[in-house]
């Protein structure tokens, strides 16, 4: 039995599907077949029950859970200790999405620099959900992300709130405007980036009144602000100047306005696995963020 084949199975038992579980781990899904076969072979009985849309643990895997559970804990905090002592710091990786400077430094000088002078801390972009599964696997100490999921193992605290805006072609209609409402995007597409939430309760009304709803995601820097600024599209941001988003979509042809919701704030959440929340791991870095973002940066 070894190591990596707990932690093959406990991302197996979490996601109960193979597909997502390779992903998490960064394997294909044949040495992780094999990597479970091989663990059931070594205890002696099937850990899964493997059928053709599902898979479902066996009363031994759910019965492995704890234990396997317990040995990758205690083994990952035996690494960073050891890294500390090797190093003489701390090393975290935290994971953020598109957010303004101004949190970033929040974050590291007035968190994490304040519990741990000496920490190499290395940034890592990715979406909210893949942070949120990097912190589940370990890869990640903390992210920053715009979505909470109902997985108890993560905690979050709200940083950052930020008006919602939208994107609006350079004519005169849009130009004029103060604040949106849903129907001055009538005849309008509403593009919407990475991470934006199209069920989102207050986007709703918005939605009802545009023609066509379009998930775009543009590598080329510029592409949507382009999109927007030939005209017939719009697409949904921040209203803060200071956001990445805002002044990635700020170009020639295109005005950023504020949607007409007064009470709506878009949030940013500090993330983190429940179970690292201890004196000797993420404890005081987080007890210190929760003092700081007692009340959520406001931009």
């Known amino acids: 039995m070894e190591l990596r084949h707990l932690r093959h199975f406990l991302a197996v038992a979490e996601t109960l599907n193979y597909t997502r579980a390779a992903r998490l781990l960064n394997i294909s899904g044949s040495p992780l077949s094999r990597s479970i076969q091989q ?21 031994l895997g759910v019965a492995l ?15 960073r200790d050891m890294r500390r002592r090797v190093h003489g710091h701390v090393e975290l990786y935290v994971g953020m999405r598109s957010v303004p400077p101004e949190l970033i430094r929040a974050v590291i000088d007035d968190v994490i620099r ?44 709200a940083v950052l709130h930020e008006a919602p805006g939208i994107a609006l072609p350079d004519e005169p209609r849009y130009r004029e405007l103060t604040d949106v409402h849903p129907a ?16 989102a309760p207050e986007l709703q009304p918005f939605v009802r009144e545009v023609l066509e709803t379009i998930d775009v995601s543009s590598d080329i820097v510029g592409g949507i602000a382009a999109m927007v600024a030939a005209g ?3 697409c949904v941001t ?8 805002h002044r990635y979509l700020a170009a020639e042809g295109v005005v950023i306005r504020p949607l007409a919701l007064d009470s709506v704030r878009a949030v940013t959440y500090l993330c ?24 959520p940066i406001e931009l």
């Open 114 to 157: 304040q519990a741990e002078p000496g920490a190499d801390v290395r940034l890592e972009p990715l979406d909210s959900f893949l942070q949120m599964d990097h912190i589940l696997s370990g890869k990640l100490s903390l992210g920053l992300v715009n979505r909470r999921s109902e997985d108890n193992r993560l905690e979050y605290l």
């Open 272 to 295: 983190w696995r429940t179970d690292r929340d201890s004196a000797q791991d993420l404890g005081p870095i987080l007890s210190i963020a929760r003092d700081r973002f007692l009340a």
């Open 238 to 245: 921040v209203a803060n100047p200071s956001a990445p988003w």
């Open 232 to 234: 017939g599209s719009c």
């Open 65 to 79: 859970i704890p234990h396997a559970t317990r040995i990758i804990t205690n083994f990952d905090d035996l690494e």
């Open 184 to 199: 001055d995007l009538a005849g309008l597409r509403l593009l919407l980036q990475p991470g934006s939430d199209r069920n």
């Open 39 to 59: 663990l059931e072979l070594d205890i002696g009985a099937p850990l899964f029950v493997r059928g053709t849309r599902k898979v479902e643990l066996t009363p």
